[in-house]
């Protein structure tokens, strides 16, 4: 009888939030763009409410532009977004997840910037899971592309909600009915 292989779900000791890329310029280019930033910004709310470090890149925001509104919205004043011109927000400098060994990753672009991001994080030992609605490409099937292939490379697809319950861990405290604010 094999052992059976270790649970590999979030834990919020060992969880970072990596925001990528959820830019201006995307808003008219990327499928479900709306979507996306609304998920992305209850994950910034969500990781807020759990106090999980935050890492926010923008790609080339001179030409870009800013992360969009929702999504500074939940990241409140004063939170310091990462510019760079790499495509894996983890080779930008400045990137640190403070120490954690998991990776929530959503953003922008699937197959570019996102799973560049993933693969980097998995070769450094870093658990990544990847909110799939919170996520997207140009195309919908670069999209599946690069979710395929981070899959394959042993990335962990989730959800929003998924992720943020299974931070939360159980029911019955103020967290709790913040989190089920954000996702119903």
């Known amino acids: ?26 808003a008219k280019a990327v499928q479900r763009f709306d979507d996306v930033a609304e998920a992305t910004a209850i994950l910034v709310k ?8 935050v890492i926010v890149t923008e790609q080339y925001p001179r030409g ?11 990241l409140g004043d004063g939170a310091a977004r ?24 959503c953003g922008i672009e699937t197959h570019v910037c996102v799973s560049q991001t993933a693969h980097d994080l998995l070769g450094r030992g870093i658990e990544v899971h990847v909110a799939t609605d919170a ?10 592309l690069g979710l395929r ?20 861990g159980a029911a019955g405290s103020d967290e709790f009915k913040a989190i ?4 119903m």
């Open 180 to 183: 089920q604010k954000l996702v």
């Open 1 to 26: 009888m094999t052992a059976a292989a270790p649970a590999r779900t979030l834990d919020r000791a060992r969880t970072a939030l990596v925001v990528i890329d959820v830019q201006e310029a995307f």
């Open 135 to 144: 996520v997207s490409s140009r195309s919908n099937a670069n999209r599946d």
């Open 149 to 168: 292939k981070m899959e394959e490379s042993g990335a962990i697809l989730t959800s929003v909600e998924t992720a943020l319950f299974e931070l939360l």
């Open 82 to 105: 990462l510019p760079k011109t790499v495509f894996s927000a983890a080779r930008a400098d400045g990137f640190d997840l403070q120490g954690r060994d998991q990776a929530l990753v």
């Open 64 to 74: 870009l532009g800013d992360t969009v509104e929702p999504v500074r919205d939940a």
């Open 46 to 53: 969500g990781a807020r409410v759990l106090d999980l470090p």
